[in-house]
Nanobody
């Protein structure tokens, strides 16, 4: 069993910032990469950002230059610093271990950006 717990969401005005956290725990042998995803009402889940165990990052075009993903390998924790937030960033944000334990998802954390 793998547990993923996201936190840090909330309500923020457009242009504001939030920092999300994701803690992975349980029967984890190794984590090669962690990823942030988001799902807005009526829309498909989409990839926001990924980070490998070596620190290589990848971002969706819609968040490049505004979001920064980072991690603490020792704590199996991933962060997402979100700046210059836009109303279209409103969604439930979830984390995943796409290469190692892709079937496990957390409950997510709600991010709401008001205009």
């Amino acid at each position: 069993q793998v547990q993923l717990v996201e936190s840090g969401g909330g309500l923020v005005q457009a242009g504001g910032s939030l920092r999300l956290s994701c803690v992975a725990s349980g029967n984890i042998f190794k984590i090669n990469a962690m990823g942030w995803y988001r799902q807005a009402p009526g829309k498909q889940r989409e990839l926001v950002a990924t980070i490998t165990s070596r620190g290589a990052t990848n971002y969706a075009d819609s968040v490049k230059g505004r979001f920064t993903v980072s991690k603490d390998n020792a704590k199996n924790t991933m962060y997402l610093q979100m700046n210059s937030l836009k109303p279209e960033d409103t969604a439930v944000y979830l984390c995943n271990l796409p290469f190692d334990y892709p079937n496990y998802w957390g409950q997510g954390t709600q991010v709401t950006v008001s205009s």
